[in-house]
């Protein structure tokens, strides 16, 4: 990141998203090869259901149709231009602190340093002390554990017989050794230090892993 770039992402804290040189230079050039121009902003979305990876979703759309909900942050350089983003409200949270960036191997890449919000299951408890017990080991011990292997798992709630139900993202998800990963780390950590939980339930659908080794 140039050092304009790196001053304007610390003094406008309101962009939510940090946009680089390389992001932004690639963007303005497709933007502008498009027939409305710079009548047009960046749609950026997360399309992925609660407790699956974050899959986003990238498109220009015409910042005067942007919805009431939606919020249009301007993100501009001297050097190449100005582009306004349109996040739903939605998403705000979700996207804070993260950063969308251009690499020559990868294209068009968000790095987002936030965890998908848990799946709501009907019959599991997720709001009690057991579960914040639970939420606390997993911050403190278990995703720094997995964070080597570019991994996580999302605590989704306890059935109030013994059994915590997890996902598993990141690295993980995807991987042949997740489960046992799982059965044999994770539940080892939860049974050892919470007497009340007995077993982890895997809730993740590892076969729609779509790039389940990266880093």
Do not use: W
Not at 10 to 21: H, K, M, Q
Not at 54 to 82: C, I, M, N, Q, W
Not at 84 to 92: G, Q, R, S, T, W
């Amino acid at each position: 990141m140039s050092p304009l770039a790196a001053e304007a992402a610390r003094t406008d804290a309101s962009l939510i998203i940090t946009i680089t040189d390389e992001a932004l230079h690639e963007l303005l050039a497709l933007r502008d090869a498009e027939p409305e121009g710079d009548r047009l902003g960046l749609r950026l979305e997360i399309v992925s259901n609660p407790g699956e990876d974050f899959k986003y979703d990238l498109s220009f759309d015409v910042v005067t149709k942007a919805a009431f909900s939606d919020e249009v942050r301007t993100h501009s350089r001297p050097e190449f231009g100005s582009l306004k983003v349109i996040m739903p409200a939605a998403a705000l949270d979700l996207l804070e602190g993260a950063t969308l960036d251009h690499t020559a191997t990868q294209g068009l890449v968000i790095r987002n340093p936030n965890k998908p919000k848990a799946p709501s299951i009907e019959g599991l408890v997720s709001n009690d002390a057991l579960s914040a017990e639970v939420e606390t080991l997993i911050k403190t011990e278990v995703n720094p554990a997995l964070a080597a292997h570019g991994g996580f798992v999302t605590y989704v709630g306890h059935d109030g017989e013994g059994t915590a139900y997890l996902t598993m993202g990141g690295g993980c998800h995807g991987c042949s050794m997740s489960r046992m990963t799982m059965l044999d780390g994770v539940q080892t950590m939860l049974v050892e230090q919470l007497p009340e939980i007995e077993r982890v339930r895997d809730l993740t659908d590892h076969a729609s892993g779509e790039n389940p080794y990266y880093h």
